[in-house]
Nanobody, 116 residues
Framework: QVQVVESGGGLVQPGGSLRLSCAAS????????MGWYRQAPGKQRELVAL???????NYADSVKGRFTISKDNAKNTVYLQMSSLKPEDTAVYYC??????????WGQGTQVTVSS
């Protein structure tokens, strides 16, 4: 079994920054990819950023140049540094982990609210 726990959400003013963290624990041989998704009220969940085991990254067009995804392999942890935040970034952010020979796991989500 694998547990995924996010942290770092909160309320921030437009133009501000936040850093999200996500740690995976449990029976993990290796991780194929880790990523962040978000879901705003009334909208579908969408990919924000993804990082593979090899370090390749992929970003949604709406966050390119503002968000940076990174990882610490030793800690099975992925980070999302968010800068120049906009009100439209407001959503619940979910961490996703793809574990080799195990499956896909999701965190409970952390709320990010961008408002003045």
């Amino acid at each position: 079994q694998v547990q995924v726990v996010e942290s770092g959400g909160g309320l921030v003013q437009p133009g501000g920054s936040l850093r999200l963290s996500c740690a995976a624990s449990g029976t993990i041989f290796s991780i194929n990819a880790m990523g962040w998704y978000r879901q705003a009220p009334g909208k579908q969940r969408e990919l924000v950023a993804l990082i593979t085991s090899g370090g390749s990254t992929n970003y949604a067009d709406s966050v390119k140049g503002r968000f940076t995804i990174s990882k610490d392999n030793a800690k099975n942890t992925v980070y999302l540094q968010m800068s120049s935040l906009k009100p439209e970034d407001t959503a619940v952010y979910y961490c996703h982990v793809r574990v080799t020979a195990s499956g896909n796991y999701w965190g409970q989500g952390t709320q990010v609210t961008v408002s003045s």
